[in-house]
Every structure is written in structure tokens, then in C-alpha cells.
């Protein structure tokens, strides 16, 4: 019964962040809209920053600050996620701020030379 | 019929995706014994608190263990904004009329986000002062004070935020992060070396250079962000 639950829970959890990915993948690859490619690429990112978190994550451990109430828990027994992955998401995260950032401005600039964001109407792309 | 070729794309993804993670149990203990050192993991969970007096660990990684890391991180953002300001660089013509894209919002918003504006930049450099202590850091904290001027400039059409004052603060936090990195150079041997006493556990002043630095990206992202925000929020229509 408890290995059952563990494999939802990792069906459940992993399941969900390769789900954000794909969702992610559909809209860049199918949408016209550029803003719409951007919102994709955003969405991926927070697919792998949960992937990440999860794969961090040990059962039943807290998180890993030694506040008086974290030390209290080490000192029974208790166990810390593992930090590593937290600290490359906060990396991640604010790369993926850039990024965003960086992509929208060059949607703007595209919208103004074209008057449109959608890529099938921007004439000069076809060849 | 692109639609299905994407679609069979996505399900190839899925299915390497899914075997791959198969092996990787959910919530399994990686780390070893955290008193045997066999991990990375283990070795900053058993030092930090000794060797750092750091209570947050995730913090300790990011600014002390990684430093470097997040100096390199710190000037990816700065690139970014700069990229951000010189791409939607925009030649006032004349003759040319132009029109601000933001309406005018209502008088509720109006005197409410004046009323909370300044709890949440309060709140905001909380967060950063407080980085190796609590959950948080340098970066939340300066996001959470640029939500706060986002909702300012959001309410109130004409309020403008001086870029002279932002580029000053911006550059005087990364040449603090930057001078603390070559102090450490000079004091002792690397790079950011952590020079300073590193006083007890779960004090404010603790953890010697880690609070420094990360008050210092703490004003370096508030001012960042507030001018991408401005930037992106300042783009005039043509007519």
C-alpha cells in the first residue's frame, strides 16, 4: 500500500512538470502569435524549475534553514530537502525573467516594423 | 497535419521524458548521511551552520558556496535590461504624434496602491535583509519592491521614476558586490572570500559578507527590474 502511494504521488508530481513542458512545447511549435511562442517558453520554464524542486525533494524532510524550529527537527532524527536544486532554480528563475524580458522587447520591435505579431502574416519570412 | 506531426513530437518527449524519470524515485533520500559528507548536498546541510553561522542554506549556496555563479547572474540581468532599453530605443520624429499605451485607471485603485505602496517596499527590503535568515534574498526582495512600483505606475499615468537614480543605486550595488569579491582577493586568497567574522547562528549579523551581498543585489534587482518595467510600460503608439 505505501509503495502504491509513492508511485502516484511520483506519477502525480513528475507527471505534472513533463505536463507544464508540453504545454509548453505545443504552444511554441503550433501558435501564429509571437506573444503567445513567449507565454510557451515561459511555461516550459516553470516545468523544469517544478521537475527540479521534485526531484530535490526527499519524504517527510523540511526545508533547509537552521531556524530554531529546523534545528529542533535535525536534532530528532528529521532529514533537509536537498538545497542544491533550490538554489540552480533561483538561478534559473531569474535567467528565465531575462530571457522573457529580452523576447517581449523583440516581439514589440517586430510588431512595430510589421504592424502584426503574427509570424504566417509576416510577409518578409516566407521564402 | 502539422498539428499530428507535433502531437507524435510530444509524445516521443513524454515517453523519453517518462522512462528517463522512472528510475528516479519520488521523495527517495539522495543526499547519503548528511555526517558522512558523501554528497555536495550533505556537505553544505553539515557545514553551513558551523563553518558560515548562515541559517539559510539555499542562501549560503547561492552566495557564498556560488558565488561567482550569481556575480555572472547578477550581470546576466543587467545585460538584459540594457539590452531591454537599447532595443525599444525609440526616435521621437516630429510631427509625429504619439500615445502613451497606459489608460488612466479608477480612483480606487488610485488611492488604494498609494496606501499599500509603501507596506510593500518595506516588505520587500524585509525579505532581502533578512535573506540568510528566512526564506527569501536579494532577488525576491527586489521583485517584490518592483511589483510595487509596477503597481504605482499602473495607477497613476504620469508617475515617472527617475533613471538617473536607478542607473546610481544599480551601479553602486553591483560595485559593492564586485568590491567585496576583490577585497576578499586581496585580504585573504579567492575571490569573495568570506573575510568577515561570521558572528552566531540566526543573528541578523551573521554570516559575515553574505548579508552585504545580498542586500546589495537586493537594491541591484529593485532597480533593474523597475526600469524594465518602466521601459516596457513607457512604449508610445504611433498614429
Do not use: C
Not at chain 2, 548562515?54 to 552566495?63: D, H
Not at chain 2, 525599444?88 to 500615445?99: A, M
Not at chain 2, 569579491?181 to 551573521?206: D, K
Amino acid at each position: 500500500m505505501d509503495l502504491d502511494n509513492n508511485l502516484l504521488m511520483s506519477i502525480g508530481v513528475y507527471g505534472s512538470a513533463i505536463g507544464l513542458i508540453l504545454i509548453g512545447l505545443y504552444a511554441v511549435l503550433i501558435k501564429k502569435h509571437l506573444t503567445k511562442i513567449v507565454i510557451g517558453l515561459s511555461i516550459i520554464d516553470a516545468g523544469i524549475h517544478l521537475l527540479f524542486i521534485a526531484i530535490g525533494y526527499i519524504s517527510g524532510g523540511t526545508a533547509p534553514i537552521f531556524s530554531p524550529a529546523g534545528e529542533k527537527i535535525v536534532a530528532n532524527g528529521g532529514i533537509m530537502v536537498d538545497p542544491v536544486p533550490q538554489a540552480l532554480v533561483l538561478t534559473a528563475i531569474v535567467i528565465g525573467f531575462a530571457v522573457t524580458a529580452v523576447a517581449l522587447s523583440l516581439v514589440i520591435r517586430l510588431y512595430r516594423h510589421h504592424h502584426t505579431a503574427r509570424i504566417d502574416q509576416i510577409k518578409s519570412l516566407k521564402w | 497535419m502539422k498539428k499530428l506531426l507535433v502531437i507524435l513530437l510530444l509524445a516521443v518527449v513524454a515517453y523519453s521524458l517518462g522512462t528517463a524519470l522512472m528510475s528516479v524515485k519520488f521523495g527517495e533520500n539522495r543526499l547519503g548521511n548528511v555526517q558522512d559528507e558523501g554528497t555536495v548536498s550533505a556537505f553544505y546541510l553539515n557545514n553551513t551552520p558551523e563553518k558560515l553561522s548562515v541559517a539559510n542554506v539555499v542562501t549560503a549556496i547561492v552566495v557564498n558556496y556560488r558565488g561567482f555563479d550569481t556575480l555572472g547572474e547578477v550581470s546576466v540581468l543587467f545585460l538584459a535590461a540594457m539590452g531591454l532599453g537599447s532595443i525599444l530605443y525609440h526616435r521621437h520624429k516630429e510631427g509625429e504624434e504619439e500615445e502613451a499605451i497606459l489608460k488612466p485607471s479608477s480612483q480606487l485603485i488610485q488611492a488604494g496602491s498609494k496606501l499599500i505602496f509603501p507596506a510593500i517596499l518595506v516588505l520587500g527590503a524585509y525579505v532581502f535583509i533578512h535573506g540568510h535568515l528566512t526564506p527569501g534574498g536579494g532577488f525576491q526582495g527586489g521583485a517584490i519592491i518592483a511589483t510595487g512600483f509596477l503597481l504605482m505606475m499602473m495607477a497613476y499615468k504620469d508617475y515617472k521614476v527617475s533613471h538617473k537614480v536607478l542607473t546610481w543605486v544599480e551601479s553602486i550595488a553591483g560595485v559593492t558586490f564586485a568590491g567585496i569579491g576583490m577585497w576578499g582577493l586581496i585580504v585573504s586568497q579567492s575571490f569573495l572570500e568570506n573575510t568577515l567574522p561570521i558572528g552566531a547562528l540566526n543573528n541578523l549579523f551573521s554570516g559575515g559578507i553574505i548579508p552585504i551581498i545580498y542586500i546589495a543585489v537586493g537594491f541591484k534587482v529593485a532597480a533593474e527590474l523597475t526600469g524594465v518595467l518602466d521601459t516596457l510600460l513607457n512604449i508610445k503608439d504611433k498614429h
